[in-house]
């Protein structure tokens, strides 16, 4: 008996609305390994019945215009027809380039928001399961081997779903995980947001060449007479891989009883710490045992007025310092107790000077954005260096790999703990020290 068109749309709508209800069940809970089977049932009937309709809708355009249809094909057995439908199904989901029929409702689309959902799912699983090490439940052995996760190793490399990392051991996690890790590496770490980070799968040393012309202007030609030729005058930066170790101990008896999401936990906890280390070293590290903070690779610019006070000249000085090429990209950068300083400034009628910015205003100076980077000098001191001005994008960060989880079971079962040790291996440098210029205080 055949089948119409208007059947076939019918029951395709209906295998839909079921699909639709185990993909929103999925957002609450596991599914069963026969809800598991179901779906890709009902997945698979969606895409012959495609194939059927856009047989029929080929035939009636063939009507119509007038042409012979071909001859029918000899009927496939349903294994065949089965094997062909999953196979139809595969293209549509890897996104082919070809164009297809219109479907009347968007299933390819769904599915592969299904399918990323349920892989993320599972590795979010997985990850938890390899928090807990041997007391991994059934539900995370199970998504661990279908996410590729060995449970049993005790270090982990975080590579992201986008990378080319062929690094041992390399795992793609789910998203919430390093969102939450670099989330806060950035939130104490606020250079990373403004300088340029470039990463590399190796640490091996990565020589960068830097120029800076701004000095050499150009000239009006005389007739008959050849130019002069200015020489470029090239420098050149070597960035290396200094590491970076974040280390946090957890109970036992709180990985085993607690219902904490551990993944987002740890993950905060380890960014933190790593945040707090980099944004030391990248304020005011000396580029011989770690990276070259950006206050050590800055120029001098400007002296403020004492020890213990700045003015507006003084600030004012301090953009002046800098070429107006890099001033296009220019910001302030101070820890937080100096820029509330710098809000304190009066006239001498005792009014501020930046009252705008006391109504919640952007924090801006004098028309540049201030970045508050609390790794600076907190207090006006003798010899502080209080303020910078610069274009930051010339501050440069290497990433060299991907950054290294470590379970530690052993190490700390004296005290009934284990530990989690995140490293990242990294170094940092001024590409071009004019760029960037500090105001210090006197010495006396």
Same mark, same amino acid.
């Given at each position: 008996?055949?089948?119409?068109?208007?059947?076939?749309?019918?029951?395709?709508?209906?295998?839909?609305?079921? @699909?639709?209800?185990?993909?929103?069940? %999925?957002?609450?809970?596991?599914?069963?390994?026969?809800?598991?089977?179901?779906?890709?049932?009902?997945?698979?009937?969606?895409?012959?019945?495609?194939?059927?309709?856009?047989?029929?809708?080929? %035939?009636?355009?063939?009507?119509?215009?007038?042409?012979?249809?071909?001859?029918?094909?000899?009927? #496939?057995?349903? *294994?065949?027809?089965?094997?062909?439908?999953?196979?139809?199904?595969?293209?549509?989901?890897?996104?082919?380039?070809?164009?297809?029929?219109?479907?009347?409702?968007?299933?390819?689309?769904?599915?592969?928001?299904?399918?990323?959902?349920?892989?993320?799912? +599972?590795?979010?699983?997985? !990850?938890?399961?390899?928090?807990?090490?041997?007391?991994?439940?059934?539900?995370?052995?199970? *998504?661990?081997?279908?996410? /590729?996760?060995?449970?049993?190793?005790?270090?982990?490399? $975080?590579?992201?779903?986008?990378?080319?990392?062929?690094? &041992?051991? /390399?795992?793609?996690?789910?998203?919430?995980?390093? &969102?939450?890790?670099e989330k806060k590496i950035v939130y104490f770490?606020?250079?990373?947001?403004?300088?340029?980070?470039?990463?590399?799968?190796?640490?091996?040393?990565?020589?960068?060449?830097?120029?800076?012309?701004?000095?050499?202007?150009?000239?009006?030609? #005389?007739?008959?007479?050849?130019?002069?030729?200015?020489?470029?005058?090239?420098?050149?930066?070597?960035?290396?891989?200094?590491?970076? =170790?974040?280390?946090?101990?957890?109970?036992?008896?709180?990985?085993?009883?607690?219902?904490?999401? $551990?993944?987002?936990?740890?993950?905060?906890?380890?960014? =933190?710490? $790593?945040?707090?280390? =980099?944004?030391?070293?990248?304020?005011?590290?000396?580029?011989?045992?770690?990276?070259?903070?950006?206050?050590?690779?800055?120029?001098? /610019?400007?002296?403020?007025?004492?020890?213990?006070?700045?003015?507006?000249?003084?600030?004012?000085?301090?953009?002046?310092? !800098? +070429?107006?090429?890099?001033?296009?990209?220019?910001?302030?950068?101070?820890?937080?107790?100096?820029?509330?300083?710098?809000?304190?400034? *009066?006239?001498?009628?005792?009014?501020? !000077?930046?009252?705008?910015?006391?109504?919640?205003? &952007?924090?801006? !100076?004098?028309?540049?954005?201030?970045?508050?980077?609390?790794?600076?000098?907190?207090?006006?001191?003798?010899?502080?260096?209080?303020?910078?001005?610069? +274009?930051?994008?010339?501050?440069?960060?290497?990433?060299?790999?991907?950054?290294?989880?470590?379970?530690?079971?052993?190490?700390?079962?004296? @005290?009934?703990q284990t530990g989690f040790m995140a490293v990242?291996?990294?170094?940092?440098?001024?590409?071009?020290?004019?760029?960037?210029?500090?105001?210090t205080q006197p010495a006396t």
């Amino acid at each position: 008996m055949s089948v119409s068109r208007r059947d076939l749309l019918a029951e395709r709508a209906r295998l839909v609305e079921q @699909a639709k209800a185990y993909h929103e069940s %999925a957002s609450t809970r596991e599914w069963t390994p026969e809800e598991t089977a179901k779906v890709d049932e009902i997945v698979a009937l969606i895409a012959e019945h495609d194939v059927r309709i856009a047989a029929i809708e080929a %035939a009636m355009a063939e009507e119509v215009s007038g042409e012979e249809a071909p001859a029918e094909a000899p009927a #496939a057995d349903p *294994a065949a027809q089965q094997q062909a439908a999953r196979a139809r199904l595969s293209d549509v989901l890897s996104a082919s380039s070809r164009r297809t029929r219109p479907a009347p409702v968007g299933v390819p689309m769904f599915t592969r928001d299904l399918d990323d959902k349920r892989a993320n799912r +599972d590795r979010e699983t997985a !990850l938890c399961g390899w928090f807990l090490g041997n007391d991994a439940k059934a539900e995370h052995r199970s *998504a661990a081997q279908r996410s /590729g996760l060995n449970l049993g190793s005790n270090r982990i490399v $975080l590579t992201r779903a986008n990378s080319t990392s062929t690094t &041992a051991g /390399g795992y793609t996690i789910p998203q919430g995980f390093l &969102a939450e890790l670099e989330k806060k590496i950035v939130y104490f770490n606020p250079l990373r947001d403004v300088a340029r980070v470039i990463r590399t799968e190796s640490g091996n040393s990565l020589p960068f060449p830097t120029i800076d012309d701004t000095g050499n202007p150009g000239a009006i030609g #005389a007739e008959n007479t050849a130019p002069s030729a200015t020489d470029m005058t090239f420098g050149q930066i070597i960035l290396g891989a200094y590491r970076t =170790e974040s280390l946090v101990l957890l109970s036992n008896e709180l990985l085993r009883d607690s219902g904490l999401d $551990l993944a987002t936990e740890v993950a905060g906890l380890l960014g =933190e710490r $790593l945040g707090r280390k =980099e944004a030391t070293d990248h304020a005011t590290g000396n580029g011989t045992t770690a990276p070259q903070g950006v206050v050590t690779g800055s120029s001098a /610019g400007a002296t403020g007025a004492t020890t213990t006070t700045i003015t507006l000249a003084n600030i004012m000085a301090l953009r002046n310092a !800098l +070429d107006f090429g890099y001033q296009q990209n220019g910001a302030f950068m101070m820890h937080q107790s100096i820029w509330s300083t710098i809000l304190q400034l *009066a006239d001498s009628q005792s009014r501020p !000077l930046f009252l705008d910015l006391l109504n919640g205003n &952007a924090p801006r !100076l004098l028309g540049y954005p201030v970045i508050v980077n609390n790794a600076m000098a907190s207090s006006i001191a003798a010899s502080a260096k209080t303020i910078l001005f610069g +274009d930051f994008s010339k501050y440069y960060i290497r990433d060299a790999g991907d950054i290294e989880i470590i379970r530690m079971n052993e190490r700390y079962a004296d @005290a009934y703990q284990t530990g989690f040790m995140a490293v990242r291996r990294s170094d940092a440098k001024v590409a071009q020290s004019a760029a960037i210029v500090r105001l210090t205080q006197p010495a006396t």
